[in-house]
Structure formats: structure tokens, C-alpha cells
């Protein structure tokens, strides 16, 4: 049952491309961007189309309209509008046909293919076991969920969740139509037409050849293969919406129209919108058609088609908290609600502690992230040696070519900008195509000269990687497939892989659903099902340490929250600690139940596992509080 539930779901992921795909060519032709560009014009199409379903729904959810009625409603209207251009999907499949048979005339290029396949194939069912990434059960499937069905509301004790973006709009269309299995595989979806763009970049500024060998090197990365099908996080949307920037622009500078340029700005937005971070993409893309075009009008405009289309979540946080950028402004933009605590925390995640921004720091920093695994906050890695050993010959794909100039500025930027702020390697995930196919247009060229030295490197260094990838993504999948394919049980592959769910489903099986919220001290609460709310002061920003620093100001803010229950596993997080412990000794905080679970230590990739004693303590009733003069410690904008 659980493989015919993975097909099914992928199948309705399908049918979502498709749909991409026919309605976002009609919509290119009312914009006059139609053209015989093959699989380009159609990652054009699907990627507009996003961009609009994007904002669509997301506007739908500020105001509680994203339900199930109104999203069938939706596509079914899209359905209508495609037309004619229900046409594209058979044309797209026939034209991969025919490439396909021309590329199998060449024995390496049929074994390029058939890995390319089987990577696919493996990527789409390790999309379809149950969510365990971290960071997606923190936040970026955690709020989706809290928010389906429902007008959206800020929480502010789930500080993340205010980075959701256009992004997650898609993981709750995923949720709103009945599973968050159909989100995962928009992800999955997104990074095979990340693939499709790479593929057209590469064979644009290099050879057919080569962009079959770029796209499964892309796949085998570490870095990609996790993206794409078990991290449950979004971020391969900026990689899709980057690649279309660049190729957008280029058509912009060969056929000098402003649509092109327009579309690229529209782009652009659509990466910004995703991460707060990615604003350097339409900065680049405003500079890149500047420098193309000499024409401030034309660039304003770019700009201003960015800014259209990757606004909305900053306004939507403007709303809420009167920082656009909320918490990274609140110092100045809303200092009577700031915590210092919850900020200085955030920033001291993001920032690793091996952060230099001297000049030496900056220039060593895309030398040592790829080399060493815990430089940089780790996973830098990840994305492998092989952008780094081919950096050299970039000289040799440095063209007067539009579109290599435009993706060697994006690229340029991105990596620029990374460097001056955070220094994490895994927000170069929107620029990773670029590299790719720059360091492989390179490679082409380099080969082309006859220097057998470098043809021995560059061959050598290829196999090495693609031999590493092969084996590292199926080590990777033994943990995920057995799921996804009914060999193992949903409950069981959870309890063994998902942070914090042996302490989540006994908070499951012990608490009533139906009286009062429980506040926990758990990063990972994607799979409570009870009303909760987050007391980690690293993670909520109604935890403020100046504000709740006694017993009394505790018990008030539990009981105006209408939190009945608090869990606490092993200990209280510090600095609240010592007002929670007094309020055990005083009663008013009293245990009803108690276990010891296993739970990880460091990294899950390590399976480092140790047990804690998880214990629901019951906060005990007091005077009903006056909600009109009561005076919490944060008050919603």
C-alpha cells in the first residue's frame, strides 16, 4: 500500500507540472515571450507559472482563503485558461525522446543517461517517506501546517516562521490538498527542472555533451540529492528561479527586448522570495542590465518587476511586526517588543564561529568550505571538491558570450554576498547551477586544446566524484527507501530517524487534545498533535528573559497563554531554568507523567544516540486573568 500511495502522490505531482507546464505557455504567448526554444521556452512557462500560483496563494492565505475548495478552484481555472497548450506536455516528452535517442548513438552519453534516470527514479521515492529533516520540522513544514485552512497569524513563538516565503506557499498547496508527501515531491518537482535549466545553460555555453555529464554530477552532489528529496526545505526553488534569471537575461541582451528583461526581474523576485538572503540575485540582475544595456530606465524596470513579485513576505512581516526583515530589525524598527536574547541567539547560529570578513577571510573562504566538513558551520562539503579543483579553467569560459557573462555576475554576487554576511556555504544552493555549468564550459574548452595533463585531471577528477556520488546517494537511500516502498513501517522508520519523536508521540499518547495548550522545549514538533506552543527562548520571541524572569511574571504568562501543560525533557533551557525550577517546588508546576526516550547527540548522520527523562507537568489553575488589563510580556502588533 505504501508504494501504491508513493506512485499516486507523484503522480498528482505530475499532473502539477503539467499543468505548470500548459498554462505558463499561454501565458508567455499573452506576454509575446513564445518562441521555438524547446525545453528553455517550457522551464520559462513552468517557472512562470509558479511564480503567479505562487502569489496567488499567498495572498489567498493572508485572509484564510486557501482551502481545499478555493485551490481546486484554482488549478481547475488554469486548467481552463492552458487550452490549446495542453499540447506542451506531449511535445516536451517527444522532444525528450528524440534527444534521447540521439544520445544514445554514443555509448558514454547512454550511460550518463541511464544514471541520470536512476537518479531521478531514486530522488522521487526518497521525496516520498515521511518527513525527518530537521530544519523542516522546525519550521518550514511546522508553520505551513499550524497555518492550513486558517488566516495566517503571526507566531511569535516560532521566530522562523517568519522566514517563510513564496517558497512554503507551495509546501502548504501540498498540505491543503491532503498531504505533506504531495509538498515534499514540489521539491522533488523543482529540482528536476533545476536540472532541465542547468542542462539548457550548459549545453548553451558548452556542448550537449557536456550538459548531460553537468546534470548528473548535479544530482549526485550530496548537497542536491538531499535538497531534493528527504530536507523538506525549499531552497531549490532559488536554484530553478536563479537559472531562469540568467538565461532570461541573456535573451534580454541578444534580442534587446524589455520583456525579457522584465521576465528575468520577475524571476529574480520569485528567488527573493523565497530567502531573505537571496535579495542579491535581482541586485545582480538590476547590475547585470545596467552594465548590458546602458539604459537606467530599462534596469529601474527590472527592478521593479524583482521587487513586484518577491515583496509580498516582507510585507507581510511589515504587518506583523514592523520589521520587514523581523527579528534582524527589530532593534531599531520595534524596540519596546525587542529580545535580545532570542536575537543574539539567531545571529550566533548564522554566524559560524569561524567567521572572517578580513580581506585574508574573505579570499580563503571558497577554498576551505568544499575541503573541510565543519568549516563554516558544516555541510559546505557537501557540495563536493569538484566547482573548487575546476576553478582554474574558468578562465577558459569567461566569453564574450551574454549568457556566460551573465552567469559569472549572479554567480560572482551571490558568492560575494554570502561571504559578507553569514559565510554559509548551504545559502550557495540558488548560484550552484551557475557554478556548475561555468566550471564545466571551462573544463570543454580545456579539453579542446589537446593538454593531456589536463584531460588525465579532468577525467580522473570526474569519475572520482561520479564513483563517490553513486555510492554516497545509495548509502544515503537505504535509510529513506524501505518507507517509501512499504518495506518498512511509517511508525517504526520514524521512532529510528525523526528528531524528538519518541518524546512527541508520548506527549501524543498522554495529553488531551481537547483542554488547553502545552508549551514544550522541543526544536522538532512537526508531528504534535495537540495544541502547542514553543518555550525555547532560542526559538520564541515571547520568551523573553528581561521580561519573565520571575516565578510570578512565568505563571502569569502560562496562564494568559492558556498553557495547561509544560513538557520539559532532561531540563529546563537556560535562562529559565531556575523560574521553573521554584515553580516545581512551590506546586505550581505538577508532574503527571514521566518516560525516558532515546534521542540524538550531534549530528543525526553520526547516530550518536543517548536517552533523557521526558516529564508533562501540569501548571496549576489560578484567578481567571482580566484580558483587557492584562499586561504580558508581548503584545501583538
Same mark, same amino acid.
Given at each position: 500500500?505504501?508504494?501504491?500511495?508513493?506512485?499516486?502522490?507523484?503522480?498528482?505531482?505530475?499532473?502539477?507540472?503539467?499543468?505548470?507546464?500548459?498554462?505558463?505557455?499561454?501565458?508567455?504567448?499573452?506576454?509575446?515571450?513564445?518562441?521555438?526554444?524547446?525545453?528553455?521556452?517550457?522551464?520559462?512557462?513552468?517557472?512562470?507559472?509558479?511564480?503567479?500560483?505562487?502569489?496567488?496563494?499567498?495572498?489567498?492565505?493572508?485572509?484564510?482563503?486557501? =482551502?481545499?475548495?478555493?485551490?481546486?478552484?484554482?488549478?481547475?481555472?488554469?486548467?481552463?485558461?492552458?487550452?490549446?497548450?495542453?499540447?506542451? @506536455?506531449?511535445?516536451?516528452?517527444?522532444?525528450?525522446?528524440?534527444?534521447?535517442? =540521439?544520445?544514445?548513438?554514443?555509448?558514454?552519453?547512454?550511460?550518463?543517461?541511464?544514471?541520470?534516470?536512476?537518479?531521478?527514479?531514486?530522488?522521487?521515492?526518497?521525496?516520498?517517506?515521511? %518527513?525527518?529533516?530537521?530544519?523542516?520540522? *522546525?519550521?518550514?513544514?511546522?508553520?505551513?501546517?499550524?497555518?492550513?485552512?486558517?488566516?495566517?497569524?503571526?507566531?511569535?513563538?516560532?521566530?522562523?516562521?517568519?522566514?517563510?516565503?513564496?517558497?512554503?506557499?507551495?509546501?502548504?498547496?501540498?498540505?491543503?490538498?491532503?498531504?505533506?508527501?504531495?509538498?515534499?515531491?514540489?521539491?522533488?518537482?523543482?529540482?528536476?527542472?533545476?536540472?532541465?535549466?542547468?542542462?539548457?545553460?550548459?549545453?548553451?555555453?558548452?556542448?550537449?555533451?557536456?550538459?548531460?555529464?553537468?546534470?548528473?554530477?548535479?544530482?549526485?552532489?550530496?548537497?542536491?540529492?538531499?535538497?531534493?528529496?528527504?530536507?523538506?526545505?525549499?531552497?531549490?526553488?532559488?536554484?530553478?528561479? +536563479?537559472?531562469?534569471?540568467?538565461?532570461?537575461?541573456?535573451?534580454?541582451?541578444?534580442?534587446?527586448?524589455?520583456?525579457?528583461?522584465?521576465?528575468?526581474?520577475?524571476?529574480?523576485?520569485?528567488?527573493?522570495?523565497?530567502?531573505?538572503?537571496?535579495?542579491?540575485?535581482?541586485?545582480?540582475?538590476?547590475?547585470?542590465?545596467?552594465?548590458?544595456?546602458?539604459?537606467?530606465?530599462?534596469?529601474?524596470?527590472?527592478?521593479?518587476?524583482?521587487?513586484?513579485?518577491?515583496? *509580498?513576505?516582507?510585507?507581510?512581516?511589515?504587518?506583523?511586526?514592523?520589521?520587514?526583515?523581523?527579528?534582524?530589525?527589530?532593534?531599531?524598527?520595534?524596540?519596546?517588543?525587542?529580545?535580545?536574547?532570542?536575537?543574539? +541567539?539567531?545571529?550566533?547560529?548564522?554566524?559560524?564561529?569561524? +567567521?572572517?570578513?578580513?580581506?585574508?577571510?574573505?579570499?580563503?573562504?571558497?577554498?576551505?568550505? @568544499?575541503?573541510?566538513?565543519?568549516?563554516?558551520?558544516?555541510?559546505?562539503?557537501?557540495?563536493?571538491?569538484?566547482?573548487?579543483?575546476?576553478?582554474?579553467?574558468?578562465?577558459?569560459?569567461?566569453?564574450?558570450?551574454?549568457?556566460?557573462?551573465?552567469?559569472?555576475?549572479?554567480?560572482?554576487?551571490?558568492?560575494?554576498?554570502?561571504?559578507?554576511?553569514?559565510?554559509?556555504?548551504?545559502?550557495?544552493?540558488?548560484?550552484?547551477?551557475?557554478?556548475?555549468?561555468?566550471?564545466?564550459?571551462?573544463?570543454?574548452?580545456?579539453?579542446?586544446?589537446?593538454? =593531456?595533463?589536463?584531460?588525465?585531471?579532468?577525467?580522473?577528477?570526474?569519475?572520482?566524484?561520479?564513483?563517490?556520488?553513486?555510492?554516497?546517494?545509495?548509502?544515503?537511500?537505504?535509510?529513506?527507501?524501505?518507507?517509501?516502498?512499504?518495506?518498512?513501517?511509517?511508525?517504526?522508520?520514524?521512532?529510528?530517524?525523526?528528531?524528538?519523536? @519518541?518524546?512527541?508521540?508520548?506527549?501524543?499518547?498522554?495529553?488531551?487534545?481537547?483542554?488547553?495548550?502545552?508549551?514544550?522545549?522541543?526544536?522538532?514538533?512537526?508531528?504534535?498533535?495537540?495544541?502547542?506552543?514553543?518555550?525555547?527562548?532560542?526559538?520564541?520571541?515571547?520568551?523573553?528573559?528581561? !521580561?519573565?524572569?520571575?516565578?510570578?511574571?512565568?505563571?502569569?504568562?502560562?496562564?494568559?497563554?492558556?498553557?495547561?501543560?509544560?513538557? !520539559?525533557?532532561?531540563?529546563?533551557?537556560?535562562?529559565?531554568?531556575? +523560574? %521553573?525550577?521554584?515553580?516545581?517546588?512551590?506546586? !505550581?508546576?505538577?508532574?503527571?507523567?514521566?518516560?525516558?526516550?532515546?534521542?540524538?547527540?550531534?549530528?543525526?548522520?553520526?547516530?550518536? !544516540?543517548?536517552?533523557?527523562?521526558?516529564?508533562?507537568?501540569?501548571?496549576?489553575?489560578?484567578?481567571?486573568?482580566?484580558?483587557?488589563?492584562?499586561?504580558?510580556?508581548?503584545?501583538?502588533?
Amino acid at each position: 500500500m505504501a508504494l501504491i500511495a508513493s506512485i499516486s502522490l507523484l503522480l498528482m505531482v505530475f499532473m502539477l507540472g503539467c499543468l505548470a507546464l500548459a498554462c505558463g505557455t499561454r501565458m508567455l504567448g499573452w506576454l509575446g515571450l513564445s518562441g521555438e526554444m524547446g525545453l528553455e521556452e517550457e522551464l520559462y512557462a513552468a517557472g512562470f507559472f509558479f511564480v503567479v500560483l505562487e502569489v496567488l496563494l499567498f495572498i489567498l492565505s493572508l485572509f484564510g482563503w486557501l =482551502r481545499p475548495i478555493v485551490v481546486w478552484i484554482v488549478l481547475a481555472g488554469a486548467a481552463l485558461i492552458a487550452g490549446k497548450a495542453w499540447r506542451q @506536455p506531449l511535445r516536451l516528452a517527444a522532444a525528450l525522446v528524440r534527444r534521447l535517442r =540521439r544520445a544514445i548513438r554514443s555509448p558514454l552519453i547512454l550511460a550518463i543517461a541511464i544514471l541520470i534516470i536512476g537518479c531521478t527514479l531514486l530522488d522521487a521515492f526518497l521525496a516520498m517517506a515521511p %518527513l525527518t529533516g530537521s530544519d523542516a520540522m *522546525l519550521y518550514h513544514f511546522t508553520a505551513p501546517m499550524l497555518e492550513v485552512g486558517k488566516r495566517w497569524e503571526p507566531l511569535y513563538w516560532l521566530t522562523f516562521s517568519f522566514y517563510t516565503g513564496l517558497g512554503h506557499i507551495l509546501i502548504q498547496l501540498g498540505m491543503t490538498l491532503g498531504s505533506d508527501r504531495i509538498s515534499t515531491g514540489l521539491i522533488y518537482l523543482a529540482g528536476l527542472m533545476t536540472a532541465g535549466g542547468l542542462f539548457v545553460l550548459t549545453r548553451r555555453i558548452a556542448s550537449e555533451g557536456w550538459a548531460w555529464l553537468a546534470v548528473l554530477t548535479f544530482l549526485l552532489t550530496p548537497m542536491v540529492y538531499w535538497q531534493i528529496g528527504t530536507s523538506g526545505c525549499p531552497d531549490i526553488w532559488m536554484a530553478f528561479y +536563479t537559472t531562469l534569471v540568467v538565461l532570461a537575461a541573456a535573451r534580454g541582451m541578444e534580442r534587446g527586448g524589455q520583456n525579457w528583461w522584465c521576465l528575468a526581474g520577475i524571476f529574480a523576485g520569485a528567488v527573493a522570495g523565497v530567502k531573505y538572503t537571496a535579495w542579491s540575485v535581482p541586485a545582480a540582475l538590476v547590475l547585470c542590465c545596467f552594465v548590458a544595456t546602458r539604459s537606467l530606465r530599462r534596469s529601474v524596470a527590472c527592478g521593479v518587476c524583482s521587487l513586484v513579485a518577491g515583496i *509580498l513576505p516582507l510585507v507581510r512581516n511589515a504587518w506583523w511586526s514592523n520589521d520587514p526583515c523581523f527579528p534582524f530589525l527589530s532593534r531599531w524598527l520595534n524596540p519596546q517588543q525587542f529580545n535580545s536574547y532570542t536575537l543574539d +541567539t539567531v545571529l550566533a547560529n548564522l554566524q559560524p564561529t569561524d +567567521t572572517d570578513r578580513t580581506p585574508l577571510g574573505l579570499l580563503k573562504y571558497p577554498f576551505v568550505f @568544499p575541503l573541510q566538513w565543519n568549516a563554516y558551520g558544516g555541510f559546505g562539503h557537501s557540495w563536493g571538491p569538484l566547482v573548487l579543483a575546476f576553478a582554474p579553467l574558468l578562465v577558459f569560459s569567461v566569453r564574450r558570450k551574454p549568457l556566460s557573462m551573465a552567469a559569472i555576475l549572479v554567480w560572482a554576487v551571490v558568492l560575494l554576498t554570502n561571504e559578507l554576511t553569514a559565510q554559509q556555504p548551504r545559502y550557495l544552493l540558488a548560484a550552484f547551477p551557475l557554478a556548475l555549468a561555468l566550471v564545466f564550459a571551462g573544463a570543454a574548452e580545456a579539453l579542446q586544446r589537446g593538454w =593531456r595533463l589536463v584531460r588525465v585531471a579532468v577525467i580522473v577528477s570526474l569519475l572520482s566524484f561520479l564513483t563517490f556520488g553513486v555510492c554516497s546517494e545509495a548509502l544515503y537511500a537505504r535509510d529513506f527507501l524501505p518507507v517509501a516502498v512499504g518495506m518498512e513501517k511509517r511508525e517504526v522508520f520514524l521512532q529510528r530517524m525523526a528528531p524528538d519523536y @519518541p518524546a512527541v508521540a508520548f506527549i501524543n499518547r498522554s495529553l488531551d487534545r481537547g483542554e488547553g495548550r502545552v508549551m514544550v522545549f522541543l526544536r522538532y514538533t512537526y508531528y504534535l498533535r495537540v495544541p502547542f506552543e514553543m518555550g525555547d527562548p532560542s526559538v520564541s520571541w515571547l520568551m523573553n528573559p528581561d !521580561k519573565l524572569a520571575e516565578p510570578s511574571l512565568m505563571l502569569r504568562f502560562l496562564r494568559q497563554e492558556n498553557l495547561r501543560w509544560i513538557v !520539559k525533557v532532561a531540563d529546563y533551557p537556560q535562562p529559565f531554568a531556575p +523560574t %521553573l525550577q521554584m515553580l516545581e517546588r512551590e506546586g !505550581k508546576l505538577r508532574p503527571v507523567a514521566s518516560t525516558d526516550v532515546p534521542i540524538f547527540t550531534g549530528f543525526r548522520l553520526y547516530r550518536q !544516540k543517548g536517552r533523557a527523562k521526558v516529564v508533562i507537568l501540569e501548571v496549576q489553575p489560578g484567578p481567571a486573568l482580566d484580558q483587557a488589563n492584562a499586561s504580558g510580556p508581548f503584545k501583538t502588533p
